[in-house]
Nanobody
Framework: QVQLVDSGGGSVQAGGSLRLSCKAS????????MGWFRRAPGKDRELVAA????????YYGDQVKGRFTISGDVARGVVTLQMNSLKPEDTATYYC??????????????WGQGTQVTVST
């Protein structure tokens, strides 16, 4: 079992920054690839960023490349998503997720509870 707890959301003006954190716990969390999804009202769920714990393999969605950075600290069990140059279209509920190595992001194994990000003009 792996438990994920998201935090760090909030409200910010366009151009601002926010930092989301995901605390992972459980005996085997280091065996998972970590990622962040978001879901905006009326839109499909979207994988925003993903990374192995060591950061050797990362993924960013086209809409966030160059603005968001995912990083992990396996010793602390924390994955962060640094979000810069935020835009109103980044407004969504953000979810930390974990998928076992070799698995698919279509069906993550574990989810955080979600944290709201609101970007105003």
């Amino acid at each position: 079992q792996v438990q994920l707890v998201d935090s760090g959301g909030g409200s910010v003006q366009a151009g601002g920054s926010l930092r989301l954190s995901c605390k992972a716990s459980g005996r085997t969390f280091s065996e998972y690839v970590m990622g962040w999804f978001r879901r905006a009202p009326g839109k499909d769920r979207e994988l925003v960023a993903a990374s192995t714990w060591a950061g050797r393999s990362t993924y960013y969605g086209d809409q966030v490349k160059g603005r968001f950075t995912i990083s992990g600290d396996v010793a602390r069990g924390v994955v962060t998503l640094q979000m810069n140059s935020l835009k109103p279209e980044d407004t969504a509920t953000y979810y930390c997720a974990a998928v076992k190595y070799g698995g698919t992001w279509d069906v993550p194994d574990y989810w955080g509870q979600g944290t709201q990000v609101t970007v105003s003009t």
